[in-house]
């Protein structure tokens, strides 16, 4: 399994997976993964393009409350394996504040993932941080932070096995319902190689 960009002619696998269950947004779960068909829908080159988006260029976010908010810089890339029939196999995403470490308070974390149902527990999701973390050295970000719900096990494995360490419980704002979730962060200082990868 990789880490790719996405691209046009990888569009059509994504599209299948979304139509076939898979959301990347755990909280707005189908309803997301039916806007962003509508989206491809309505124009792919435009989609595939707002998924590399450092200059914030992109429409607004909607929270789980359906408020809309401003977005920041940051990219995404698609888990990708070998399977001939459906290669895609999960994405993983990063977004950032130029120049600084913090996020806005309606921004949980820097980086978030979803494997598709299908594919989950080969190790996927837990080689895409990895990855990742390789990929954006170059930010300069001396850490990220991750946020998972207190429940959320197979993540919280995910972001220990990549260096990952419990910062705090907190309470998430009223856009995410004022629930419960748990900060991790991982160090880049130094910055991670691919040797340090965990698998
Ligand atoms: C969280 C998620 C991305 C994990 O993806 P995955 O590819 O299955 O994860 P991995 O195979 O790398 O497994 C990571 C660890 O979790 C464990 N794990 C995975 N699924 C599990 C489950 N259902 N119950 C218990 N442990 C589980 C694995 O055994 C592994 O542990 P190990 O490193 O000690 O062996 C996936 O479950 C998912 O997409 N969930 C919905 C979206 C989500 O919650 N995203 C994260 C938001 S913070």
């Known amino acids: 399994m990789q880490i790719v960009p996405p691209t046009i002619d990888r569009l059509p696998a994504y599209a299948a997976a979304l139509r076939d269950g898979y959301s990347p947004d755990n909280v707005r779960g189908a309803i997301a993964a039916q806007e962003i068909l509508a989206r491809i829908d309505a124009d792919?080159?435009?989609f595939i393009e707002s998924m590399e988006d450092r200059e914030a260029r992109g429409p607004l976010v909607t929270l789980p409350d359906r408020s809309q908010v401003k977005r920041i810089p940051g990219f995404h890339r698609w888990m990708w394996d070998d399977d001939p029939a459906a290669p895609f196999c999960g994405a993983i995403s990063v977004r950032w504040q130029p120049g600084s470490v913090t996020l806005p308070p309606h921004v949980l974390g820097h980086i978030g993932y979803s494997?598709?149902?299908?594919?989950?527990r080969r190790g996927y999701a837990t080689e895409a941080l990895a990855q990742l973390l390789v990929e954006i050295r170059d930010l300069g970000l001396p850490h990220v932070d991750i946020t998972t719900d207190?429940?959320?096990v197979p993540s919280q494995r995910v972001i220990l096995a990549n260096g990952g360490v419990f910062v705090e419980a907190f309470t998430k704002p009223a856009a995410f319902g004022e629930k419960p979730g748990y900060r991790y962060r991982i160090s880049l200082d130094p910055p991670p190689t691919a040797l340090q990868s965990v698998r």
């Not at 494997?115 to 989950?120: A, G, L, T």
């Open 44 to 46: 792919a080159q435009r």
């Open 115 to 120: 494997v598709v149902p299908w594919k989950r």
């Open 150 to 152: 207190p429940d959320n």
